[in-house]
């Protein structure tokens, strides 16, 4: 398990298109473990291979640092519902921050490490993760698909603690039934 370096706006690599993943082999599992502590140290909510300089189809996301991170392997958004509007970051664009409309419930089928498939569901940020991440994959990073980026002068004010945004984003749960589907943002 190492860290690895996280790429930046501004490098190719983040703007191509990843690969299938089709041998699900010890190099595979090296770099999840290697994203996943990759993720932790930096205190984001997802990370994408192609972050990491790799453009294979691979994400990990822990939204609850008590629960495992999840990690998907060839993921793919089978069902949404919902939408919400909020803020959104992403590892690769330090210091910035946009505002970014994404459904409120969403479904995913990917494969673990080992291959086995698996569908994964949530709603508020695990949600946003799930479609913010898996755009990283084909090449699309949130500050070109978000609503607006803030200013420098919002920024501040967001981290100096001043300003939520609260009056223009809204979560609309669609038809989705709370008690069902995971954990409320
Ligand atoms: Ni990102």
Redesign the pocket.
């Known amino acids: 398990m190492a860290l690895r370096e996280i790429v930046v706006e501004g490098d190719d690599v983040l703007n191509k298109k990843c690969r299938i993943v089709e041998k699900f082999d010890k190099r595979l599992s090296v770099l999840i473990d290697d994203m996943i502590d990759t993720l932790i140290e930096s205190g984001g909510v997802?990370l994408?291979a192609p972050?990491v300089g790799i453009l294979r189809r691979v994400v990990v996301i822990q939204v609850d640092p008590e629960e495992a991170p999840l990690e998907l392997v060839n993921p793919e958004i089978i069902e949404t519902s919902g939408e919400q509007k909020g803020l959104e970051g992403?590892?690769?664009i330090p210091g910035k921050w946009g505002i970014a409309t994404r459904p409120y419930y969403v479904k995913v089928k990917a494969f673990d490490r080992d291959g086995n498939e698996y569908t994964a569901e949530g709603t508020g940020l695990l949600a946003r993760a799930f479609c913010?991440?898996l755009d990283?994959l084909d090449g699309v990073?949130?500050n070109t698909v978000c609503d607006r980026m803030l200013t420098p002068p919002e920024i501040e004010k967001y981290n100096e603690g001043e300003i939520d945004f609260a009056d223009e984003c809204y979560v609309d749960t669609g038809d989705v039934e709370l008690d069902d589907k995971g954990d409320e943002e």
């Open positions: 997802g994408a972050q992403c590892l690769s913010h991440e990283h990073l949130y």
